[in-house]
């Protein structure tokens, strides 16, 4: 079954703005992975928390996991053109599972 | 660039016709993924390889055929597909939890994927 679901499912902002994206899942997680994916690419890796970790940054990046709420949170302060895109997160419940959501489509006007 | 190379990037085939995608790989990964992506669907994982060996296979229909003849490469084979089946087809892979001298948690490398046409 699904695991991951993100909220908006679409988001408008102006260059500048910050972007909040949220996540929950169903089941116990193991950790919770953020990726990016340009229209009509692959999925790059964003971002990695684990289950014991309550908050991470990496760069305009920053990620929080609430683990009794079975919920996450992808902010990208001063975005850019450059990072419309879709966002989505995956949990691994499994060594070698990695369950994606729906995705948040950015879109970030100049 | 993330190290995984998927050819062809588009395909058009008919409902009759046979062909395959290739996934490559040079990472040192020992696991590797298909995952299918519809419009407005999540990715479905199709097939998964582990250390070469079909550890999941998720009720997929048996006109997909995996194949992965070593750790660097990864086939799927189409015959007979349908129309629903047109979709994009992302390959991965990634370094299993455990493996010796690693720390990876499972991140995924994806390939750009072969965007196919079912006609």
């Known amino acids: 079954s699904q695991q991951g679901e993100e909220d908006p499912q679409a988001l408008s902002i102006q260059e500048g703005e910050n972007a909040t994206m949220n996540c929950s899942y169903k089941t116990s997680i193991n950790n919770l992975q953020w990726y990016r994916q340009n229209s009509g690419r692959g999925l790059v890796h964003l971002i990695l928390?684990?289950?014991?970790?309550r908050e991470k940054h990496s760069g305009r990046l920053r990620v929080t996991l609430d683990t009794s709420k079975k919920s996450s949170s992808l902010l990208i302060t001063a975005s850019r053109a450059a990072d419309t895109a879709s966002y989505f997160c995956?949990?691994?419940?499994?060594?070698?599972?990695?369950?994606f959501g729906t995705g948040t489509r950015l879109q970030v006007f100049p | 660039e993330t190290g995984v190379t998927q050819t062809p990037r588009h395909l058009v085939m008919g409902m009759t016709n046979k062909k395959s995608l290739k996934c490559e790989q040079h990472l040192g990964h020992n696991a590797m993924y298909w995952y299918k992506q519809s419009a407005k669907k999540p990715l479905e994982l199709m097939f998964v390889?582990?250390?070469?060996?079909?550890?999941e296979n998720n009720s997929v229909p048996s006109r997909f055929s995996p194949e992965c003849p070593n750790s660097s490469h990864l086939f799927l084979h189409l015959h007979t597909l349908q129309p629903e089946d047109s979709a994009l087809y992302l390959c991965?892979?990634?370094?299993?939890?455990?493996?010796?001298?690693?720390?990876?948690?499972?991140?995924?490398?994806f390939g750009e994927g072969s965007r196919l046409t079912v006609l």
């Open positions: 928390i684990r289950s014991n970790e």
């Open positions: 995956a949990t691994v419940w499994n060594t070698d599972k990695l369950i």
């Open positions: 991965a892979s990634s370094l299993l939890p455990g493996t010796s001298g690693s720390s990876n948690t499972g991140e995924l490398f």
């Open positions: 390889y582990s250390l070469e060996e079909r550890v």
